[in-house]
């Protein structure tokens, strides 16, 4: 955990990167925004800069100065009738993340910054040589579990699945996956679609529909191609906007502008339609105060239910 009084742009932005890159090249972690430090005491975010973040720009300056990106999440908290900004930073499965470019004396061409306990800093030696030997044994373990599948399998019975191109390799020839049905398959992979009890992660079931051109194959999800952070990025607005801007369109439940896709027993990723998109243009032309008044709509009415 780290701990901000304040959020701010301009260097303290690079060294929020620097934090988050750290804790990503060791186990994840947070920084929490609206804290005051020596003591520490919930004092609550005085100004709107941290709601008003556009995520994007933390994921530009990401992408100009570090080697590989990684996941992390920006939050709206609210504690004793005050705001808190809160980013959550996973840990990167692939080390190290690298810094690429220097930036003042914050950040280094060539560093691998890590998280230690109460600060971020360049990597030591015992750190670095654990974690690149990390990295080996993961590489060698991961080749062993393949090599020991195929083994159980028999050789002639395996065969090669592209999530990236959606093909199944059958030797010669290649089966497509539905791209619906890829979708689902990234979900596994990248921990967002879980199961309990021994149940099966995803079943596959249906019949062979035809034969298809590699070209012919429709865009993905093309009924509900977006996410809320897209919606995001093309309107200029943070998380906490959106929310409150599918709280009043009264979009959950409407097939026309929402589909919520089930990726678990317990977890559900929303996707939306191109024509939500069309019915936030429409409704942010007609009315510019639309959002901020939204805003203040839903914050009276999260607290009329607490």
């Not at 360049?122 to 393949?146: A, D, G, Q, T, V």
């Not at 298809?212 to 993905?220: A, F, H, K, R």
Request: include cysteine.
């Amino acid at each position: 955990m780290e701990y901000k009084q304040a959020f701010h742009f301009g260097d303290s932005l690079a060294e929020y990167v620097r934090t988050m890159v750290g804790m990503a090249n060791n186990r994840g972690g947070k920084i929490i925004f609206g804290i005051k430090n020596s003591p520490r005491v919930p004092i609550g975010l005085t100004n709107n800069k941290f709601q008003e973040v556009d995520p994007n720009k933390i994921n530009q300056f990401v992408h100009e100065y570090f080697s590989h990106d990684f996941e992390w999440e920006i939050k709206n908290l609210e504690f004793d009738s005050k705001d808190f900004g809160q980013i959550i930073i996973n840990e990167k499965q692939e080390k190290p993340i690298i810094c690429s470019k220097a930036y003042k004396d914050i950040l280094r061409e060539g560093a691998i910054y890590y998280r230690y306990r109460g600060e971020t800093k360049e990597i030591k030696y015992p750190e670095l040589s654990f974690l690149l030997e990390n990295e080996k044994k993961k590489e060698r373990n991961l080749w062993m579990s393949h090599i020991d599948k195929i083994s159980q399998i028999g050789p002639q019975n395996i065969h090669l699945m592209d999530i990236f191109k959606g093909e199944i390799h059958l030797g010669d020839e290649k089966v497509l996956i539905d791209q619906s049905l890829l979708d689902k398959i990234k979900f596994i992979k990248e921990g967002e679609f879980v199961e309990k009890n021994g149940a099966p992660t995803l079943t596959l079931a249906g019949t062979i529909s035809g034969i298809l051109d590699g070209n012919s194959i429709m865009p993905t999800e093309k009924a509900y191609p977006y996410r809320s952070t897209h919606i995001e990025k093309k309107f200029n607005l943070n998380s906490y906007q959106v929310r409150c801007l599918i709280w009043k369109l009264k979009i959950k439940d409407k097939p026309k502008y929402h589909d919520p896709v089930q990726t678990g027993k317990h977890s559900v990723t929303h996707k939306y339609s191109d024509a939500l998109i069309q019915l936030i243009e429409t409704t942010l032309s007609q009315n510019p105060d639309y959002i901020e008044k939204t805003c203040k709509e839903f914050q009276i009415d999260q607290k009329n239910k607490k």
